[in-house]
C-alpha cells in the first residue's frame, strides 16, 4: 500500500469514529447529580455494601448507597470519614 491510500484509511477512520463518539455523546443519558448524605464511620457494614451492589446499573441511584460507597473509599484510601476520629 502506498502513502496515500494509508493516509485515506486513516482519515475515514477517524471521520467514522468522530461520527460515532458525536452520536453517542447526543444520545447519551442525563444523569442528574447524586446528593450524598453523611455516613457515621461506625455504619459501614459489609452486608450493605453487598445489598448496595446488588441494584442494577439501570435504576435510580440510591442516595444512601452513594454516601455508603463514598465513605468506604474514604476508609480504604485513609482519608476521614464523616464523624470519625481522625
Known amino acids: 500500500m502506498d502513502q496515500g491510500t494509508v493516509l485515506r484509511t486513516l482519515v475515514v477512520a477517524g ?10 455523546m447526543a444520545s447519551g443519558l442525563q444523569v442528574e447529580p447524586v446528593v450524598a448524605t453523611s455516613v457515621p464511620a ?26 455508603l460507597w463514598e465513605a468506604n473509599r474514604r476508609r480504604f484510601f485513609g482519608r476521614p470519614v464523616d464523624g470519625a476520629a481522625p
Open 42 to 67: 461506625g455504619t459501614i457494614s459489609s452486608a450493605d455494601l453487598k445489598n448496595c451492589a446488588k441494584l442494577e446499573t439501570a435504576d435510580q441511584i440510591d442516595p444512601r448507597c452513594a454516601a
Open 15 to 24: 471521520l467514522v469514529g468522530s461520527v460515532i463518539a458525536a452520536l453517542a
